[in-house]
């Protein structure tokens, strides 16, 4: 096998600068590759990590899946029911206190209430669409990170201060309101109610930033008019892979609506299979074209060496160490420009990874450019490399290995 190799490695030296310009095709398309994937998944990971660290890992709400049972249809035999009124209840999440107990025993992770609505703030003439969240504090602080994401103030002063209200940076920004300032409240029932900035947090997810305040689950109760009532609960798992899982064992025991965080933005995460599979295509593509350099210099070699394959084959070289040899001649291209791809690849991740900036307006805050630093990477991209080296040295090998001896010496084509 090692005389295979010497010949091999004569052969490519041979056709240096050819040899030279296919080892930097497998390079470019190894290396690139390397860098795209590590940008691509970077900012999948980062997305998704800001969502499970922004949002609930399941969120019951006082809703069902489907709409309940008319008692009609259970007493009478009707077809078809007219004239039904709309369910005006505006409990929310009906027996809270019991339904808590029974989630706090089920469900393996944290549990905290809270009454939601729309509302708008008004300051100084400026008008702000407000999602208003009613919590309570020390719960909340388990089951978010909004504690952490405060610039200033505290979310403990809503404890303390059923006047107070805590806002996003982007709201106050809006408004032209800081901390300190009161401002005023109200909802679509015409409940005013004048709010004292206590405290402005800054997650990074543009949406909660901009349109989002908390006061006490009190405050709340009393600016919607549903006095003990809540209509959302927030959990955070201790396994947040399980999420799918316990949202539909919630759903079956107490029948309202459990949503997983995956579930919740299920199309996201979706249009991000759909990106990876069309960036590995995008990546065999390279190295498809990088393959064709090297089916291009090992086919002009064995064109070339046609006398030497008659000559390798008279003294007793069988057709098999003929594939063999030209095989490897690929391959040794192909291992030259993945490892070569390998340093291009890191290199480029780093750089990329290095790079920052400002830039807001979408769903997430970017400030920088995530890359995902994977070992697998680099593997998949071996792979393929050595894959197409691999059926680019194979086709002109097999072509060697059926040379006859007797027509290359007697001058036959």
Known sequence: MRLLFDIAYTHIAGRLRQTVVSIVGVMLGVGFSIAMAALMQGSQDDFVTQLIDALPHVSVSDETRQPPRQPALDRFDAVEMFGLKPDDDRRGIRNPTEVLALLKALVPGRIAPALTGQAVARYGGGDVGLAVAGIEPAAEKRVSRIAKDMREGSLDTLA?????????????????????????????????????????????????????????????QILFERPNAINQIKIRLDEVGQARAVAARIEREIGYKSLSWEEANQSLLEAFKIRN?????????????????????????????????????????????????????????????????????????????????????????????????????????????????????????????????????????
């Open 160 to 220: 303390a201060d059923p006047n107070g209200i805590v806002i996003g940076d982007g709201v106050a920004r809006k408004l032209g309101a800081g901390l300190g300032d009161q401002i005023t409240v109200s909802t679509s029932r015409g409940i005013l109610k004048r709010l004292k900035i206590v405290g402005l947090f800054h997650t990074g997810v543009t949406t909660q930033d901009d349109g989002t305040g908390y006061v006490g689950l009190k405050a709340a």
């Open 277 to 413: 599979i069309i960036m590995f295509t995008v990546v065999g593509a390279i190295l498809l074209v990088a393959g064709f350099g090297i089916y291009n210099i090992v086919s002009t070699i064995v064109h070339e060496k046609a006398r030497d394959i008659a000559i390798l084959k008279s003294l007793g070289f069988a057709e098999a160490d003929m594939r063999h040899i030209f095989l490897i001649e690929g391959l040794m291209i192909g291992v030259l420009g993945s490892a070569a791809g390998w340093a291009l690849g890191f290199g480029l991740t780093e750089l990329l990874g290095s790079i920052r900036f400002e830039l807001k307006g979408g769903l997430t805050e970017v400030t920088h450019l995530p890359v995902a630093r994977d070992p697998l990477h680099y593997l998949i991209a071996a792979v393929f490399a050595l894959g197409s080296a691999g059926v680019a040295g194979f086709l002109p090998a097999r072509k060697a290995a059926k040379v006859k001896p007797v027509d290359i010496i007697r001058g036959a084509t």
